[in-house]
């Protein structure tokens, strides 16, 4: 999900910032133009860990500014569809529930949270099984898998999620299913022993 990577790119430094230190306000220009954007092909900006400035800049006509060739770092953001991962519930609505991946919040739409009729309660921001009684409410810890990315330069991005599979869903529900499964194994293990 997390990705370290290089870029090169040129940073103007204004004549007002000519006394300052050079590694310091091309740090300060590359995060104001990378940091919380998306970047087609490399994801969701997060930071802009470290620069090396050329301190030999060019000058153009009818313009005080220097121009400085940099080699940046920059930690991306890069959700892949399929992968696995865990985060926690930011908000619940009634079509579902945000979830909180790295810097950005996945969709885990109503139909996709588990094989359930789901009743949402307003009022205390619950999202609750009819059958099975199993509540998702914000704070929770959940297991999911990315089935949507749509991550478009210009725009805030998209993340849709399910926890419908096996070993998928609130961790509470998960570590009750695995109690329920080793249960099993051992009364089917008890009865084949006697």
Request: glycine content about 10%; overall charge negative.
């Given at each position: ?20 230190p ?5 740090l ?9 954007t998306?970047?087609e ?16 800049g060019?000058l ?30 930011v ?50 810890d ?5 089935v ?7 725009t ?10 096996p ?7 998960i ?20």
């Amino acid at each position: 999900m997390f990705t370290l990577i290089e870029i090169e790119d040129i940073v103007g430094i204004p004549p007002r910032d000519f006394g300052k230190p050079l590694k310091n306000v091309a740090l300060e220009q590359l995060r104001n133009n990378y940091e919380g954007t998306i970047l087609e092909g490399l994801g969701y900006i997060v930071m802009v860990v470290d620069a090396e400035v050329n301190p030999i800049g060019a000058l153009l006509p009818r313009n005080g500014s220097t121009y400085h060739k940099t080699k940046a770092k920059l930690l991306a953001f890069t959700p892949r569809i399929q992968e696995v991962g865990e985060g926690e519930v930011v908000e619940i609505t009634e079509f579902g529930a945000f979830i909180r991946i790295g810097p950005m919040d996945a969709l885990l739409h109503i139909s996709q949270i588990m094989d359930d009729y789901i009743s949402y309660d307003e009022r205390h921001s619950v999202l609750t099984g009819k059958k099975t009684g199993k509540r998702l409410e914000v704070g929770d810890d959940v297991r999911f898998r990315i089935v949507a990315v749509s991550l478009t330069p210009g725009t805030t991005g998209k993340i849709g999620v399910t926890t419908r599979q096996p070993y998928l869903g609130k961790l509470e529900w998960i570590r009750e299913s695995l109690e329920k499964i080793k249960e099993s194994e051992e009364k089917a293990k008890a009865v084949a022993e006697k």
